[in-house]
């Protein structure tokens, strides 16, 4: 997939590729993101016969940035896209609503059933509901934290109906048993019953309440106990390991980021070739942006 910059103005929209619909409650919440930090997933286009571009996945981020720029002309005058085939768009919409319709533990359930009765590998599980490897290991620890059961499997349906993040379900995995009852109770029942608590989260969620918790906040107060609440043994090698892959992949990938930065930087002062020059200097600014 290619990355480039669209104009708000060249891209189209298709009703056979946009979504039914959304709650208000989402396009609000999605479009207050947008306004404060951009669009942190680029949005999926192909170039269609007329030279304009075909919004295959991003209906939604798009309608936030033209309500923005509504109020304020100035903002979004190119959009971050990724580039891909006309002839599979169908296709890749197709992988972008099992991805995007399937609730965490579905996903979760669905990644450990192809993997272990169907022996498909998880790298090509990820490329085909359009999701990164690293992604593809969250539904992993969600898995194990449902086969768990008990409130580590409740802290999942927290998940499903958003209450809590599900992009690091290794800060509860850490936990054991008595852990994760310990954070409930204390830092969200106010000491109540942690199960009783889980159960009203869940109905307000379902009935339209908007109590969320920020992944920030959930990484502090699983990792504020006392050592007998953590997992020792293969269970933590196991959860280090994961978490291990992830910071090496995220270290690895930015080594390489700056390495190529300092080639387009030589090129663009050696080169005597101005075509060579402009495509050194655009590619380091994308760099820099992901940086």
Known sequence: ????????????????????????????RLRA????????EPLKVAATPEGSYLVIDGSLRLRAVLAIREKDPTRF???????????LRYEIRFQSDIYQDLLPSQIATLVEHLHKSENVRKIDIARYIGISPATLRNYTGLGRLMERGGLPARVVELMDVGVFPSSNPY?????????????????????ADPEAWVGEMIDAA??????????????????????EYYHSGEDVRAIKRDLGLRRAAGQRTHLAFQQARSHLSQVSKESSEPVLVTAAHAFDNYLARLL
């Open 1 to 28: 997939m290619k990355l480039i910059d669209v104009k708000p103005e060249d891209l189209s929209l298709s009703p056979d590729l946009v979504r039914s619909g959304s709650a208000k409650s989402f396009e609000d």
């Open 77 to 87: 005058p190119t959009i971050p896209a990724y580039l891909l085939d006309y002839d």
């Open 33 to 40: 993101s947008v306004d404060e930090i951009g669009i942190a």
């Open 206 to 227: 379902r009935l339209g309440g908007n109590e969320r918790y920020p992944l920030k906040y959930i990484e502090m107060v699983t990792a504020a106990l006392p050592a």
């Open 171 to 191: 800060a509860w995995l850490r936990l054991t048993d008595a852990g994760i009852e310990r954070v409930l109770r204390e830092r969200f029942a106010k000491d």
